[in-house]
T-cell receptor, first 113, second 111 residues
Framework: SAVISQKPSRDICQRGTSLTIQCQVDSQVTMMFWYRQQPGQSLTLIATANQGSEATYESGFVIDKFPISRPNLTFSTLTVSNMSPEDSSIYLCSVDLVMETQYFGPGTRLLVL | GESVGLHLPTLSVQEGDNSIINCAYS??????FIWYKQESGKGPQFIID?????DKRQGQRVTVLLNKTVKHLSLQIAATQPGDSAVYFC??????????FGKGTMLLVSP
């Protein structure tokens, strides 16, 4: 397994502002993933981030709202832009260490007022 | 802390009982399945996986059963302990290394 960390662990933000979430893994991985988990709900994939290419977004998620960076094989960021209270969620990153098996970070708990 | 299981189906068991958590998946082409455990305030933790060429796979105190005919997956936990209390998610791989998660089940274990 690997150690996956996320920063910040939680934040309270004002509507209209943006927050950048960092995901760091202690080994090189090909694919990193970003998920959203709304209160009391399951996980929904936002996008897949591969190093050296543009992120691939799932239906309902757009780059202008959730820009993603993947500068190297151990790090990625997700920005939640122009936030509204509906963006209050847990944001999770995951990595595939073994083909198809994803391991998750601890999550970032975001509350937008 | 926050609860990830506010609107989820709940299974309540006594400590020492066996627990069975069920999951229906949607894509008959899915060939890989994973069970995750999510405790309050934490990210999902890998428990066990199974490929579509298998019907059953056992781990430590856990067993996953796969019925491809009815697209059904189950997780059996033997001798359930209070530390097993969490939300459990099944996930299916439908291709391109992406996972689709089920709705989740909250397991509550009473001492």
């Amino acid at each position: 397994s690997a150690v996956i960390s996320q920063k910040p662990s939680r934040d309270i933000c004002q509507r209209g502002t943006s927050l950048t979430i960092q995901c760091q893994v202690d080994s090189q991985v090909t694919m990193m993933f970003w998920y959203r988990q709304q209160p009391g709900q399951s996980l929904t994939l936002i996008a897949t981030a591969n190093q050296g290419s543009e992120a691939t977004y799932e239906s309902g998620f757009v780059i202008d709202k959730f820009p993603i960076s993947r500068p190297n094989l151990t790090f990625s960021t997700l920005t939640v832009s122009n936030m509204s209270p509906e963006d209050s969620s847990i944001y999770l990153c995951s990595v595939d260490l073994v083909m198809e098996t994803q391991y998750f970070g601890p999550g970032t708990r975001l509350l937008v007022l | 802390g926050e609860s990830v299981g506010l609107h989820l189906p709940t299974l309540s068991v006594q400590e020492g009982d066996n627990s069975i958590i069920n999951c229906a998946y949607s894509n008959s082409a899915s060939d890989y399945f994973i069970w995750y455990k999510q405790e309050s305030g934490k990210g999902p933790q890998f428990i066990i996986d199974i490929r579509s060429n298998m019907d059953k796979r056992q781990g430590q105190r856990v067993t996953v059963l796969l019925n491809k005919t009815v697209k059904h997956l189950s997780l059996q936990i033997a001798a359930t302990q209070p530390g097993d209390s969490a939300v459990y998610f099944c996930a299916e791989n439908s291709g391109y290394s992406t996972l689709t998660f089920g709705k989740g089940t909250m397991l509550l274990v009473s001492p």
